[in-house]
C-alpha cells in the first residue's frame, strides 16, 4: 500500500495566523496542533483545515509546502480562502 502525505493549510480561529505543514495522519496533527504540542501553533489555537492536498511521496510533499510558504503560495492561499 503506497504512503500518503497530506499537506495542509490550517488557520487560527482566534487570531489572524495560518500555518503550513505536512503529515502521513492529518487527523492526528490537527489533534497535535489544537492541543498545544507544536510550538509555534499552540500560542494561536484553537485550529481549523482550510485546505489540504495528498501526494504519494515525501519530496513531493515537501516542495508543496514550501511552495505554499512562498509569496505565490500565500497568494494562493489567500485566493481559496477567499472563495470559502
Do not use: C, Q
Amino acid at each position: 500500500m503506497p504512503e500518503l502525505f497530506y499537506i495542509y493549510v490550517l488557520e487560527s480561529l482566534s487570531f489572524n495566523k495560518r500555518y503550513v505543514g505536512m503529515t502521513m495522519d492529518i487527523n492526528r496533527r490537527l489533534k497535535e496542533h489544537n492541543s498545544g504540542k507544536s510550538k509555534f501553533t499552540k500560542a494561536f489555537k484553537p485550529w481549523k483545515i482550510i485546505y489540504s492536498e495528498t501526494t504519494s511521496n515525501r519530496k513531493s510533499a515537501r516542495d508543496r509546502e514550501k511552495y505554499l510558504k512562498s509569496a505565490a503560495g500565500r497568494k494562493f492561499i489567500k485566493k481559496i480562502s477567499l472563495n470559502d
